[in-house]
């Protein structure tokens, strides 16, 4: 899931994320790609890897960029969520919220 947004990375400490996944998925991470205005499109190593809860429940991530992120600085233009790495046949996600503040989902 992704989607053209703009601001700038020093703002932005954190990327919260709200989500359901089902239960026994085979990958227990979630990635958050990220896109600076002076790239040319997503890579491999604009991202930020999360551990998720595959229990079917809803769980809000508080996934740090700042400091942690390669290359987290500078006017952003593009954020993408990939909930799993690789999934399984009849998983799912529900996606509830994705957000730059606390409390906003």
Same mark, same amino acid.
């Given at each position: 899931?992704?989607?053209?947004?703009?601001?700038?990375?020093?703002?932005?400490?954190?990327?919260?994320?709200?989500?359901?996944?089902?239960? @026994? %998925?085979?990958? +227990?991470? /979630?990635?958050?790609?990220?896109?600076? $205005?002076?790239?040319?499109?997503?890579?491999?190593?604009? #991202?930020?890897?999360?551990?998720?809860?595959?229990? @079917? %429940?809803?769980? +809000?991530? /508080?996934?740090?960029?700042?400091?942690? $992120?390669?290359?987290?600085?500078?006017?952003?233009?593009? #954020?993408?969520?990939?909930?799993?790495?690789?999934?399984?046949?009849?998983?799912?996600?529900?996606?509830?919220?994705?957000?730059? $503040?606390?409390?906003?989902?």
């Amino acid at each position: 899931i992704s989607g053209f947004t703009y601001f700038h990375a020093e703002d932005v400490d954190t990327i919260y994320v709200t989500a359901a996944f089902s239960p @026994g %998925q085979h990958d +227990t991470q /979630a990635q958050i790609f990220y896109q600076r $205005a002076d790239m040319p499109g997503y890579d491999g190593t604009h #991202v930020v890897n999360f551990n998720i809860q595959d229990d @079917g %429940q809803k769980h +809000t991530w /508080a996934v740090p960029m700042k400091g942690v $992120a390669y290359g987290w600085n500078g006017t952003m233009v593009g #954020v993408r969520f990939d909930p799993v790495v690789s999934g399984q046949p009849g998983a799912f996600v529900d996606i509830s919220c994705i957000a730059a $503040a606390p409390g906003a989902c």
